[in-house]
């Protein structure tokens, strides 16, 4: 196996890499690194000679403002120490108001808009952080992130542990009421949180239902807060697994229908994006 270069999204909890020949992936793997490890966790990928590297996430600085094109910086070098790597990583953006900030989601982005062409709207981002980005004209006008999947994974994997959420699915009856429950009333989430663990406690509650009341109280709450940037706009949803499917089914409910799109295939098309970019 041989590449003209690797691709890599590197995010906080997930570090991926693709090993290309061009635009074409070669091989592909998915598991946790460092940035101390970089060169170990590639090296049956590296030749002898030099490496480019291209990654985005976390790795780099945060750079332009918006409203910009979402590669509007190039690329960044970054002296790792390991001789076999040229490290070039793409910068993140900022927003002055609200302050904000995203790394690895400017690619995204840059794919989606790769893979549709004069495409205008707001794209939601889905993950450990959610991000609405409104997108115009080929550039990122503005964007909100929410914590919200990063809370969900606190409250599951932490104090909620005992009552194994984690690995159920949801139940979408469920999801919908505590949906339209926490849009309604958004200054009761946290309340309604506390009400299923209590209700798993005192009442039983399967886990499937629980599940849901915890998701539909935290989207919900997004939601409405949100709601300037999805009202009245084409909608695209960026994600992948029961998540991402539950902010299109969320949408939905509130007469915005949003298309779908898989988040692996943007965040690559949006590193060959760049890598066009470089090499011209």
Same mark, same amino acid.
């Given at each position: ?5 690797? @691709?890599?999204d ?19 793997r998915?598991?946790?690194a ?23 996430g976390?790795?780099?600085? +945060? ?9 509007s ?25 609200? #302050? ?31 991000r609405?980005?409104?997108?115009? !004209? ?29 690995? +159920? ?9 505590? #949906? ?8 009761? +989430? ?19 239902? !629980? ?9 919900? @709450?997004?939601?409405?807060? @949100? ?8 909608? !695209? ?10 902010? +299109? ?8 229908? @949003? !298309? ?17 970019? #470089?090499?011209?």
């Open positions: 196996m041989s590449q003209d270069w690797i @691709a890599v590197w995010g906080r909890s997930r570090q991926r890499a693709w090993a290309m020949r061009g635009t074409d992936v070669r091989d592909h998915q598991q946790h460092t940035t101390e490890n970089l060169a170990g966790w590639l090296s049956d990928w590296l030749t002898s000679d030099q490496n480019l590297v291209l990654a985005c976390v790795l780099g600085p +945060v750079g332009n403002a918006v409203p910009c094109k979402p590669l910086e190039g690329l960044w070098s970054i002296d790792i120490g390991a001789p076999r790597i040229e490290l070039r990583v793409i910068p993140g953006l900022r927003q002055s108001a609200p #302050l904000d900030l995203m790394q690895g989601d400017e690619t995204r982005v840059e794919g989606f808009l790769a893979l549709n062409k004069n495409w205008d709207g707001v794209i939601c981002l889905v993950g450990e952080e959610t609405w980005v409104h997108v115009s !004209a080929g550039e990122i006008v503005s964007f909100q992130s929410f914590l919200t999947g990063a809370m969900f994974d606190a409250l599951v994997n932490g104090r909620l542990s005992v009552h194994r959420l984690a690995d +159920v699915q949801t139940d979408r009856t469920a999801f919908a009421a505590a #949906l339209s429950d926490a849009m309604a009333k958004p200054e009761r +989430v946290m309340a309604r949180l506390h009400e299923a663990h209590a209700a798993r406690i005192l009442d039983g509650l399967e886990p499937a239902e !629980a599940r849901a009341r915890l998701l539909g109280a935290l989207i919900g @709450a997004e939601l409405a807060a @949100a709601r300037p940037f999805w009202l009245g706009q084409q909608l !695209a949803v960026v994600g992948d697994g029961e998540l991402a499917t539950l902010y +299109v089914d969320a949408l939905s409910e509130q007469g915005a229908p @949003a !298309a779908l799109a898989d988040e692996s295939r943007v965040t690559l098309e949006g590193l060959k994006s760049a890598w066009r970019q #470089l090499t011209g």
